[in-house]
């Protein structure tokens, strides 16, 4: 019931923790379901997927019941309507700029005059073991669309982006948003500000909100501004860091 309950504990505002994964392997999707993180969000925007590769991971999480995002590469229909037929159980878009943009999100994502194209046969909807009633009623229930806010333009118009209905979250990219702003770092003020306006109207607009940070400790001084769901760094991070550890500590045998 992983996938069936994640869209309601988003609405709930539970704390929950995920990753990115860089790497295109369903190998890495079947590693992590075992472990105590909430979700994944496979990267496609900024890492080498190709679509057959993406399938493969999305077909392992929806076998072992394990809720995958999908960070498309762009926003678009068609980026969209390929990663939730495939099984991804949402989506996060990145560059959402307006209400507008958040609007034609949420039409992409789901089904409905000139929304997503319906197609009962995809892995997502059971290969056809479903009516077209039932499977409306999934999409209704659990697709997750997520905005990413991460330039001072999507700033200024959050709070009518959170707002928007169908938006089942916000998400503060906070390095893109520092980019933005003109720094070369994530310790601004502003962006602390960002993070705190942010958090604001996805409370008001009773959406979820998540943030991307590099460790439970960053996330520990950033959940007074609202994110209860953490993009942890990523598959890529935790193997290098941990291979660091015990390399300087078999290094260190010879001190």
């Keep these: 019931m992983r996938i069936e309950n994640f869209k309601s504990r988003m609405a709930n505002r539970d704390i929950m923790a995920g990753t990115f994964l860089k790497t295109p392997a369903y190998e890495l999707i079947e590693i992590l379901a075992t472990s105590r993180l909430d979700f994944v969000c496979v990267d496609m925007e900024h890492s080498p997927y190709d679509r057959a590769r993406a399938d493969a991971c999305l077909a392992m999480a929806r076998a072992l019941d394990f ?29 959402i700029l307006n209400a507008e943009q958040a609007s034609d999100l949420v039409r992409f994502a789901h089904f409905g005059n000139g929304g997503r ?46 707002a928007t209905q169908g938006i089942d979250g916000v998400f503060l990219g906070p390095s893109d948003m520092s980019v933005s702003m003109g720094y070369t770092d994530t310790n601004s003020k502003e962006l602390l500000e960002a993070l705190k306006r942010t ?18 400790k960053k996330a520990a001084d950033w959940v007074q501004y609202g994110p209860h769901m953490f993009f942890i760094g990523s598959e890529q991070g935790w193997m290098k860091a941990g291979a660091d550890a015990d390399a300087i500590g078999i290094h260190a045998l010879s001190e």
Aim: aromatic content about 6%.
């Design 67 to 95: 809720p995958v995002l999908v960070r498309v590469t762009h926003f678009s229909a068609e980026a969209v309507l390929q990663v939730l037929d495939m099984g991804a159980v949402g989506v996060v878009a990145p560059h």
């Design 117 to 162: 194209g319906f197609a009962g046969a995809t892995r997502w909807a059971g290969y056809g073991k479903q009516t077209m009633a039932q499977v409306l009623a999934q999409s209704s229930r659990e697709t997750v669309v997520i905005a990413q806010i991460e330039e001072p333009e999507a700033l200024a118009n959050v709070e009518g982006i959170a």
């Design 199 to 216: 958090g604001d109207a996805a409370l008001a607009a009773g959406k979820a909100y998540m943030t991307f940070v590099p460790n439970a």
